[in-house]
């Protein structure tokens, strides 16, 4: 993958976030993909993703 293709899902990553819109964030987080919050506690896509969005997680840049 070249890096404009990740910068560019990576920003529609950000606007999907912003606006809420599961559909779109379900389309771009793979299914297998786990989220540890604050507490350990491991959360899957879809929970993962909501909690995001509902702002019980918070998210962090990494380079």
């Known amino acids: 993958m070249q890096n ?3 910068i ?3 920003e529609k990553l950000r606007k ?3 606006a809420s819109d599961v559909k779109i964030l379900d389309e ?3 299914n297998k993909l786990i989220f540890v ?3 350990g ?3 899957n896509n879809i929970d ?3 909690k995001v969005i509902l702002g019980h ?3 962090v840049k990494l380079d």
Request: hydrophobic residues 45%.
């Open 48 to 50: 993962g993703a909501l």
């Open 41 to 43: 506690q491991m959360l």
């Open 37 to 39: 919050n604050h507490f």
């Open 8 to 10: 560019e899902y990576e």
């Open 16 to 18: 999907a976030m912003l």
């Open 28 to 30: 771009l987080i793979h």
């Open 4 to 6: 404009n293709q990740i």
């Open 57 to 59: 997680c918070s998210t």
